[in-house]
């Protein structure tokens, strides 16, 4: 997805607790946001699994959407033309804290 349709949604859930994320991004109309949904749902798993954080005391502490590679393909047009076509992608760098840890 481009920068701009993920810069759309990481600015709603920015500073949010992970419950609350959760709630907002599974309503939002979106494409995009079932991505992102599935990279908070990741980013709290390996919060919970590795450091061993309860899922119910975080929330977002930094989100980061940076600017990816441009895939560049062609399409075939008429009269034996070509057409370019430019797909964005992105970087996206979610960080979970500890609500009671970060006091």
């Known amino acids: 997805m481009s920068i701009l349709k993920a810069r ?15 709630m907002i991004l599974e309503l939002m ?3 995009a ?3 992102i949904l599935k990279l908070v749902y990741s980013a709290a798993a390996n ?5 061993g954080l309860r899922e119910t005391h975080l929330f977002i502490s930094k989100v980061e959407v940076n600017g990816g590679s441009i895939v560049k393909k062609w399409k075939p047009r008429a009269q034996g033309r070509s057409y370019p076509i430019k797909s964005a992608t992105c970087h996206i760098t979610i960080v979970l804290k500890d609500k009671s840890k970060s006091f």
């Open 8 to 22: 759309r949604i990481i600015d709603q859930i920015r500073g949010r607790s992970y419950e609350e994320t959760l």
């Open 29 to 31: 109309p979106y494409r």
């Open 33 to 35: 946001s079932y991505t």
């Open 47 to 51: 919060a919970r699994d590795n450091i």
